[in-house]
């Protein structure tokens, strides 16, 4: 019997699937009206709840059939604003939040071996949830794949070291918010092919913070062999690169991470981890985070400066890609130039006796050449030069994979009397620069690449999507599940080089997609001659 129930894309009826099998138990799905099978809110771990917050995830089985028919319950914490963009209604929240969602082709089987693309959603670690509408993976599998979101723990519940904790488990403590993400890649290559996807084609994407992670899950032996590619979206925190997004990361030593949590047992005012576990969550996120990654010397067994110089990081393919207006336009020297004298008084500002190299590089004629060319120095000289970083560090330590660079340039099609506010994003606040209408900012480019931008016209109309844009979208996710496919993006109408020194390029995504060559002299000009406060790295050196 076919039920109505709420969808991010329209109100939809969806008839029931039959059962799979997994290695947790039997699944039962649902087919779209599109075709396309979902099923949601699946357990990929036993709930960490009472003796199992601040442990390790556990493999869950279950008798009878999980009807994987809904999402579940994001990973606790602090509810969103309704008024921010991003609020697409209340999803409840729990401890009980270790659930993934899959979707797969309209006529994917057992057989089908489809490219499978697994994201990781960002949120510094705070917020989110794969069950967040603009991760929906409907469209996206519809092209011809299998997609899956995750929820993992967010906050102290995911960080959280304690010299009990590392008594308990042999050793180490803290690091389980990336320990949930390979308990799901683990989930996923033990299971997807009963969804129609290929073990063996596994794609890990994250964004923002999620990209960290990805980037983290590289340097892990516990996650090798979980993903043949990955995707790196808006931050890539390699040593000597500016590291514009999340400039303070620090990997703890374990004995200051177990400090962090019994300085934290004590702002609870707790007797020990016993007191600590039969707490309310909600009581424990109401402190200030505390908490990071750890050198735990099992899941993080060396800072991963040290993981890259002994060459004992996962090599597999990867695909950078950032937004035109992201994370570090507020920074940036040359964020609000207007007119051509604001352009030189930066120029001189930034680089004194250098200024005529910069200008030579950077040439401004006119006031109506100044913001155009200002913006291009701005997305040179910040995460798409980190991308560059970040691939030379790999090669010189090794790594025999290929690399690939994109940049998301679309602007997003407001609504009129739409705007971003500071609840949005606290960096989109440059003075005269309206970054929503200007271009891309952090995280715009997420709902495009799933083609799960529909979401947004969820609480009313926010969005004027037209079919250029859905255009674009499918060419993005396509660019994706080739990844996913063959390490290699490309497509039947993107054909993107690999990256190699003195040969780089980037796909630039717009209406009209186009792959163009990078300016590599005067992105090395950059890099070495750094405006003041816009690098060099500021990451902890362990």
Not at 134 to 152: D, L, P, Q, S
Not at 213 to 239: H, I, N, Q, Y
Not at 335 to 358: D, H, L, P, Q, V
Not at 416 to 435: E, F, I, K, P, R
Request: aromatic letters at 10%; one cysteine or more; glycine letters at 8%.
């Amino acid at each position: 019997m076919a039920v109505a129930v709420f969808s991010p894309l329209s109100a939809q009826i969806q008839t029931p699937l039959a059962p799979v099998s997994t290695n947790s138990g039997r699944v039962a799905g649902q087919v779209l009206p599109s075709g396309v099978k979902s099923w949601l809110g699946i357990r990929y771990a036993k709930p960490p709840t009472g003796d199992l917050r601040w442990a390790p995830p556990q493999p869950i089985r279950w008798n009878g059939i999980w009807n994987a028919d809904r999402y579940g319950a994001e990973c606790i914490q602090p509810l969103r604003a309704h008024t921010i963009n991003q609020y697409f209604g209340e999803i409840a929240t729990s401890e009980d939040c270790l659930y993934l969602n899959v979707w797969a082709a309209p006529k994917s089987t057992t057989a089908s071996k489809l490219p499978v693309l697994v994201f990781l959603h960002g949120g510094g670690t705070t917020v989110g949830a794969g069950s967040m509408l603009h991760y929906n993976g409907e469209n996206f599998a519809k092209r011809g794949a299998v997609m899956v979101t995750i929820n993992y723990r967010l906050r102290q519940l995911g960080w959280m070291a304690h010299p009990e904790l590392t008594k308990e488990q042999g050793g180490h403590s803290g690091n389980y918010t990336l320990q949930d993400m390979a308990a799901a890649l683990q989930w996923v290559k033990d299971n997807i092919a009963v969804f129609g996807g290929d073990p063996a084609k596994v794609a890990v994407m994250g964004e923002s913070w999620g990209s960290t992670a990805v980037f983290e899950l590289l340097m892990s032996p516990r996650a090798k062999g979980l993903f043949s590619a990955a995707v790196l979206d808006s931050t890539c925190p390699a040593p000597a690169a500016p590291v514009h997004l999340f400039c303070g990361m620090r990997q703890a030593q374990l004995a200051d991470a177990e400090n962090t949590g019994q300085a934290l047992q004590a702002a609870l005012g707790a007797a020990d981890l016993s007191a600590m576990r039969a707490m309310p969550a909600d009581q424990i996120l109401a402190q200030p985070p505390r908490g990071t990654q750890t050198i735990d010397g099992w899941f993080i067994p060396r800072s991963f400066q040290e993981t890259l110089r002994t060459g004992q990081f996962n090599d597999v393919p990867i695909l950078w890609t950032s937004n035109s207006e992201d994370v570090d336009w507020n920074r940036n020297p040359f964020a609000n130039i207007r007119t051509m004298a604001e352009y030189n008084a930066a120029a001189e500002k930034s680089y004194g006796g250098k200024a005529t190299n910069f200008l030579a590089l950077y040439p401004v004629k006119s006031d109506a050449e100044a913001f155009p060319v200002a913006r291009r120095v701005v997305i040179d000289m910040a995460l798409q030069q980190d991308h560059r970083t970040c691939a030379a560090v790999f090669r010189r330590v090794g790594s025999k994979s290929n690399y690939f660079f994109a940049l998301f340039e679309h602007r997003e099609p407001i609504s009129a009397g739409v705007t971003y506010g500071v609840d949005d994003y606290s960096g989109m606040t440059a003075a005269n620069v309206d970054l929503v209408r200007t271009g891309a900012a952090h995280n715009f480019d997420t709902s495009w690449w799933f083609g799960a931008y529909d979401a947004f016209n969820t609480l009313g109309r926010k969005r004027e999507i037209t079919a250029e844009d859905r255009a674009m979208s499918s060419a993005m996710s396509d660019i994706l599940i080739a990844f996913a496919r063959s390490g290699n993006p490309s497509t039947a109408t993107v054909k993107l080089p690999a990256w190699s020194p003195g040969n780089e390029h980037r796909v630039v995504i717009d209406h009209a997609i186009k792959v163009e060559k990078l300016p590599i002299v005067a992105m090395d000009w950059l890099a070495a001659n750094p405006a003041p406060g816009h690098g060099p790295s500021c990451v902890t050196q362990n």
